[in-house]
Structures are given as structure tokens and as C-alpha cells.
């Protein structure tokens, strides 16, 4: 039977124990369905700035319970409490 090298070890015990981290998806709009554009979106200590039709994209979020900010102009438009708890959400807001 073939003994597997010690950094194959290392690599499986790093993956099965590591925290797993989600992307968070969406768009944000104003209420009259305008994008925001340039505006920021924060959740988990990660952020993303919104493009041209206000898509987002933010990767690494912890799993587990949240709170999603949406910051223009220096302002905080939403904030919005969720739970991450799958690879892959996608969060859509309208601000107004």
C-alpha cells in the first residue's frame, strides 16, 4: 500500500477544516428602477462597488448570519440582515 506524502495530508486536513465562504450576487436599483451606479455594498467585511447597471459581486463572505449595507454618498440607503449559508446568493435591492 503507497503512503501519501505529508503535504497531500496537509492539503486534504486544510480543506476539510476550513471555513467555507460564499459570493454574493445582485443588483441595486432606486425605487424608480434606475441602477446605482458607483454606489458600495458591504457584507462581511467585504465590498463591492456597483457598475453601470448596478451589478455587484463579492466573494470570500463567511457563512452564517449577516448584515448587507448599501452605502451612496457617504450614506447608508439599506440595511438588510441575512444568513449566508449556501456557496452562491444573490441579494437584489431598491433604494431609495
Known sequence: MKRLPVY???????????DPKAVITGKITTREGKPLV??????GGEY???????????????YGNQILLVISSGDTLRKIRTRVEKPHHRISVSVP
Open 8 to 18: 497531500l495530508i496537509i492539503l486534504i486536513f486544510l480543506i476539510a477544516f476550513s
Open 38 to 43: 458607483r454606489g458600495v455594498v458591504e457584507i
Open 48 to 62: 463591492d462597488f456597483t457598475d453601470l447597471k448596478g451589478n455587484y459581486r463579492i466573494k470570500d463572505v463567511p
